[in-house]
């Protein structure tokens, strides 16, 4: 891990308050033209989402219906009813996003997939950066809204599920993280510019309770429109 990844860590709340963490829930809103061109607009308009800390694995509730959840893991997900029961799994899911396009339509199994292993990859983000063979490596700054933010290249493993392998991370004059470049492996590879806004401190933890994401042109700018997901968390908890 280099200095900008420690620096970032600390002023999100420092590796030894998160490794006292063990889950983070959130009650989350979703929108943005992404679920209508998967064919699944409204499943997760409105749910809560739970997340571990210290392994990936993540859930939404209410998802789809009430009474329904989600179980993701890299290597598994499902649906569940709230007392555990399974009503649907798919094994090594990752596999089933083979020729995926931005339009392709979703199942719910593919859904869960995604907004599974994105919303624990915002949530940990930056702690995950310290996990072992995560790779970080700073790159030159970036200059964006009269400000300079510096650059961080993550490598992550393959036993994380994730955007893509590699991914971009600019960080402020604080050292908050103030956008997130990645290009989304399971629908075709589309480049995307993420942003975080309205920071809150939550048990210690520094958490963006506001995301937007726009398709990223080729010159690293992002497209003004259509915005593709956005995002707003609130009753943050860390236990």
Do not use: C
């Not at 931005?102 to 593919?110: C, F, G, K, N, S």
């Not at 103030?178 to 520094?206: L, N």
């Amino acid at each position: 891990m280099n200095d900008l990844a420690k620096l970032t860590i600390d002023a999100h709340g420092g590796l030894e308050r998160w490794q006292q963490l063990a889950q983070a829930s959130a009650h989350l809103q979703t929108g943005g033209v992404l679920w209508t061109l998967k064919g699944q607009a409204g499943t997760i308009a409105e749910v809560d989402v739970r997340v571990a800390l210290q392994h990936e694995w993540a859930s939404h509730s209410a998802f789809n219906a009430a009474g329904l959840r989600t179980s993701f893991a890299p290597h598994r997900v499902a649906l569940e009813t709230h007392d555990g029961r399974v009503l649907d799994e798919r094994l090594a899911p990752r596999e089933s996003f083979a020729g995926h396009q931005i339009d392709t339509p979703w199942d719910r199994l593919h859904l869960a997939y995604f907004a599974g292993y994105a919303m624990w990859t915002y949530l940990t983000v930056p702690f995950v950066f310290a996990t072992k063979d995560v790779v970080t490596e700073e790159l030159a700054p970036w200059h964006e809204r009269g400000e300079r933010w510096r650059r961080l290249r993550v490598t992550f493993p393959t036993a994380i599920a994730t955007h893509s392998t590699v991914q971009e991370f600019y960080v402020g004059a604080d050292g908050l993280l103030t956008r997130h470049d990645y290009a989304v492996e399971v629908i075709g590879g589309s480049p995307a510019a993420h942003y975080v806004y309205d920071y809150g401190e939550f048990s210690g933890v520094m958490v963006p309770t506001r995301r937007e994401v726009f398709p990223r042109q080729p010159d690293g700018r992002p497209a003004p429109d259509p915005l593709l997901v956005s995002i707003r968390l609130s009753d943050v908890e860390f236990a």
